[in-house]
């Protein structure tokens, strides 16, 4: 057939259809390309073979050579299971097995030695493994010289008889067959450049490295191939993006000049004027922007996004600006009356609770071309939104909304697409924005406005309340006011935390004399509405609350943030949280109060955010934490189906990959060079199969 990595996995020596089938459902491994492409997630060297005596736990995995001395089932029903005591000339070792009792006890004979390889657990007085790897042992056995892979399987496979060892054959088998098969995909060039083995190669090593050097250079030019070809099709789309969507040109400024010159309350950063700047550039070049902006909380995006807007109204277009939540599309819509009102334009707001003839209005206002900004939720995204010309879309907080989402609100025109502005307060490390987001144009305002002073912040047992309880009346009495954040809102049976109506219940306790607020996600929005609009204008001084005030209305007198459980929370969560404060003049503190008694990571969270307030930097260390599967809405991006480049260990990797894919682009965006042949050949593969052979790229 034109492609053997098509072939049905079932053909391949020792599957079959039954294992076939199998393989496909519990492991989507359809055919040749699948199978081979299914890389070991880690390696044993199984050259050795200790003694029983030498055993302990904090082995990952043992190697013994030891013979039978007794095999007794116990036990029925669910609770059944293979016992089998084994012994060398040094102790003596039991072997239990729970599932595939029937198959392991026709293998078993008492007297006979055996290779037995497993992870040792203590139980009782002595040592046991469960379900351990058996091979009979000879007098001429060999043991394995090279590093012996290990891969995924699942519970099903393994009572199917079909283990890590199984898929270890099928890959060899595959291998004898394929080999001479597995074409070159990088250009020569980039091979010498960066000293990577062949396709070939890599492939035999990554399943069979005779050698730590030769799993190391497989391993390194299959992640540089995987990242390459991600980047290669990211660069692309941005380029084609560029040439194929035209885009409204803004280049007349009377109101933004007016803005500029009678109203702006503070002087631009740096930062915000170089981003203004990129932007300016793409919505005077004739194609449609599709721009990222990342700023920390607090650095000014939404100053930029107005600015943005008004260069769409005095290009005689509309603008709109759409936030997630309510909350946050009320601050949006709060934020902005008043630069409206002085340049005398028309602003609404229209969420799910905008009333219907309030709503009829807007409807009409849009369509006229009367309405110029219109800020709002999902309802934005109805189909019954219509705008005379919508030039300027600006979506907060982008990774909450879907791809299908934002697409929506792009296709209000008929003729030409609005310019596209996401924005997210959610720094991302640079490295998985440039994949992640890698086909938009990516602007980062890594700058505070002057003024604003470093939040300080500490961690806090509960042993230390009475004394944190005793710093938050201090703040108070000099005119501050004060969150206390909490995970839950009820007690919860499986996690012991501690839960919001207690924590108020506390706080109203020691705080007698303060008006105290509460706020959480299933109050109504009126009431949420009322309570936050008493806290801002200062009547409570304490705000009892849950995450929802982690995108709550700007408090400038708020210094002081007490996240209760703080071991709880993520990262990116406490960083939100925390920019919730330090919005004023004076001086604001963070507390991250804790149990005695944390997991490592949670320590690693806790030191870090007590160590540096600069975003970029928590993110990175949460991108090591968690991965980034978990990260900022991540989830939504096929581009993290990788098989074995990890976007968090292999930054360096990464760059390099899209230096090269963006200067390939730039001169040959075909692919029609000579050079580049591999990768035309490559690409063209691609689109012709329907299987899982593409997920290389």
Request: one cysteine or more.
């Amino acid at each position: 057939m034109a492609n053997i990595f098509e072939t049905n996995i079932e053909y391949l020596k020792g599957v079959g259809p039954i294992r076939g089938e199998l393989l496909q459902k519990e492991l989507q491994i359809f055919n040749f390309g699948d199978l081979i492409q299914h890389y070991p997630f880690r390696y044993e060297d199984r050259s050795k073979i200790q003694n029983i005596r030498d055993l302990n736990e904090d082995l990952q995995f043992v190697q013994v050579r030891a013979k039978v001395i007794r095999a007794t089932t116990i036990g029925a029903g669910k609770g059944k299971r293979f016992v089998v005591n084994v012994e060398d000339r040094t102790g003596t070792l039991e072997l239990v097995w729970f599932q595939g009792i029937h198959f392991v006890e026709k293998k078993i004979k008492i007297g006979q030695e055996y290779l037995v390889f497993g992870k040792p657990n203590f139980f009782g007085r002595t040592f046991n493994v469960v379900h351990p790897e058996l091979e009979l042992w000879t007098d001429d056995k060999v043991l394995s010289g090279f590093l012996q892979p290990v891969y995924n399987i699942t519970d099903k496979l393994r009572t199917h008889f079909v283990d890590s060892k199984s898929i270890f054959g099928m890959q060899k088998n595959l291998l004898d067959i394929v080999k001479k098969d597995i074409h070159e995909t990088l250009p020569l060039y980039l091979k010498e450049k960066y000293r990577l083995v062949s396709k070939a190669d890599a492939l035999q090593w990554i399943h069979i490295p005779e050698s730590a050097q030769q799993l190391k250079e497989a391993t390194r030019r299959l992640k540089f191939e995987e990242l390459f070809y991600v980047q290669l099709k990211l660069v692309s789309e941005n380029r084609n993006h560029k040439t194929k969507y035209k885009g409204f040109i803004f280049n007349k400024l009377p109101l933004l000049q007016k803005f500029y010159g009678e109203f702006l309350p503070f002087d631009l950063t740096n930062a915000q004027k170089k981003v203004i700047k990129e932007i300016r550039a793409d919505v005077t070049g004739g194609f449609q922007m599709n721009r990222l902006l990342q700023g920390d909380v607090g650095s000014g995006k939404t100053m930029v996004a107005f600015i943005c807007m008004l260069m769409a109204i005095d290009s005689d277009t509309q603008a709109c600006i759409m936030a997630p939540t309510e909350i946050l599309a009320e601050q949006h819509f709060q934020g902005l009356s008043k630069y409206c009102e002085q340049l005398d334009i028309q602003l609404e707001l229209l969420t799910g609770s905008t009333k219907v003839a309030k709503r009829r209005q807007i409807h009409e206002d849009l369509e006229s071309g009367n309405l110029k900004i219109i800020v709002g939720t999902h309802a934005l995204l109805e189909d019954k939104v219509k705008f005379k010309k919508l030039g300027m879309c600006v979506i907060d907080e982008q990774h909450r909304f879907g791809v299908a989402q934002r697409a929506k609100l792009w296709k209000k025109n008929d003729d030409i697409h609005p310019h596209v502005l996401v924005m997210t307060a959610t720094p991302i490390p640079r490295t998985l924005a440039m994949t992640v987001y890698g086909d938009l144009d990516i602007s980062v305002i890594d700058e505070l406005p002057p003024g604003r002073k470093p939040i300080s912040t500490s961690a806090k047992t509960d042993a230390s309340r009475l004394v944190v309880f005793g710093f938050v009346r201090e703040q108070i009495a000099l005119g501050r006011q004060v969150y206390f954040v909490y995970p839950l809102i009820e007690e919860s049976e499986r996690q012991d935390l501690k839960d919001l109506m207690d924590g108020f219940e506390a706080i109203t306790r020691y705080f007698k004399d303060e008006a105290i607020g509460i706020l959480h996600g299933r109050m109504k929005a009126a009431d949420k509405d009322f309570e936050m609009k008493r806290f801002v204008k200062g009547e409570t001084k304490i705000m009892v609350a849950t995450t929802v005030i982690e995108v709550g209305v700007n408090v400038p007198n708020a210094s002081v943030m007490v996240i209760e459980n703080a071991e709880r929370f993520g990262l990116a969560q406490l960083h939100q949280l925390r920019g919730r404060v330090g919005r004023g003049a004076d001086k604001s503190y963070c507390i991250l109060m804790h149990k005695d008694r944390i997991s490592k990571e949670s320590k690693i969270r806790i030191q870090t955010m007590c160590d540096t307030t600069d975003g970029f930097k928590i993110a990175d260390v949460d991108l090591q934490l968690r991965g980034p599967g978990e990260l900022a809405g991540t989830k939504q991006s096929g581009v993290l189906d990788l098989l074995i480049a990890n976007l968090a260990q292999d930054q360096e990797i990464i760059r390099e990959a899209r230096h090269c894919a963006q200067e390939i682009v730039d001169k040959d965006p075909e692919f029609n060079a000579p050079e580049h042949r591999n990768i035309k050949n490559h690409l063209s593969a691609l689109k012709k199969t329907t299987t899982n052979w593409s997920r290389i790229s």
